[in-house]
Every structure is written in C-alpha cells, then in structure tokens.
C-alpha cells in the first residue's frame, strides 16, 4: 500500500493578498489525501489569531499588483492603473482604500473569505502549528489565537518537513 504523501507549508507572511496561498494549498492538498501541516512563524501567526476582520493588503513594495476597480462599466474595471509607490506611500487611507477593493473584488468572484478557508482547512485535517518563539518575541499569549492549534519551534517543524513530499516557503 502507497504511504500518504506529506505538504509541509511555511506561512511567514499576515496580509490579506499572502493569507490565500497557505490555506488554498493545504486545503487542496488535504483534498487529494495529503498529510498537511502548517509552520505559522513572525507575520504569518497573524492568520492563526481569532480576528481576521483587520487583515490589509499592502500594494507598496508590491509592484506586480493590479489595480483594478471592481465596480464600473466593463471598460473601467479593465483599466491596469499604475499607482506610483510615492502615492501608495503618501496619500493617507491609501492601503485601506486598496484593501477594500480587494475584499469587494474577492466577494465578487466569489472567492472564499480568509475565516471560511481557514476553517475549511482544520476541518480537513490539516495541522496547524503557530511557531512558539514568535508568539513570545512579539508578546501574544495563547489566547490570542483560535483553538484547535499546535505550538512548537522550527525543530518541531522540521521532524515533518524533513519527511514531507512537497515543502512549500510562502
């Protein structure tokens, strides 16, 4: 019989726009009989915290970003606007205006929310482990976090990823 094959993920990264790779990837790879665990370390414990209302999507320092308008004629929503780092930088409300265009454009495409696939992850199977040296260095306590969690360092990790099939760094 074939051993169950292993995707190990590492999520450093808490904005809105990097919390889908992680749980899409788990998700499906949980879907397609994976073991799937997932190494939340510095940013990326944000994901595990119970509120996810605030997450952003920063489009400084994101150059290949679209800025697309979800609402419009066609033509308008088509238009690549290229917003100037100096702008995305200056102009106050810059990156809560781009995150609520994203959050609308995510509902009209029916995109999954961030909650709804992170649960949909842990109802999988998929094991979440939120790195224990980050919730001390950035002063968290457990309670911060959702239930159903696991803590542990890079070591813990490790034991895992040093088996797994697929080791994914996002």
Same mark, same amino acid.
């Given at each position: 019989m074939d051993e169950q094959k292993k995707l190990a993920l590492i999520?450093? &990264? !808490?904005?809105l726009d990097w919390a889908y790779p992680p749980f899409i990837l788990a998700s499906t790879g949980a879907a397609l009989g994976y073991e799937v665990k997932i190494f939340f370390t510095f940013y990326g414990l944000q994901l595990l915290r119970k509120d996810l209302s605030d997450l952003k999507v920063s489009p400084l320092g994101n150059p290949a970003m679209p800025m697309k308008m979800p609402f419009g004629p066609k033509w308008f929503r088509s238009i690549n606007w290229k917003i100037p780092n100096a702008v995305q930088a200056l102009v106050p409300g810059f990156e /809560?205006?781009? /995150?609520?265009l994203m959050k609308q454009t995510?509902?009209? &495409?029916?995109?999954? +929310?961030? +909650?709804?696939?992170?649960e949909l992850c842990l109802e999988a199977g998929v094991t979440f482990i939120g790195c224990e040296m980050t919730v001390d260095l950035f002063g968290f306590s457990h309670e911060d976090? $959702?239930? !159903? $969690?696991e803590y542990g360092g890079a070591a813990t990790f490790f034991e895992f990823a040093g088996e797994s099939d697929v080791c994914l760094f996002i």
């Open positions: 999520a450093t &990264k !808490g904005t /809560s205006l781009a /995150s609520a995510i509902r009209q &495409k029916g995109v999954a +929310p961030i +909650p709804e696939l992170r976090f $959702i239930d !159903g $969690i």
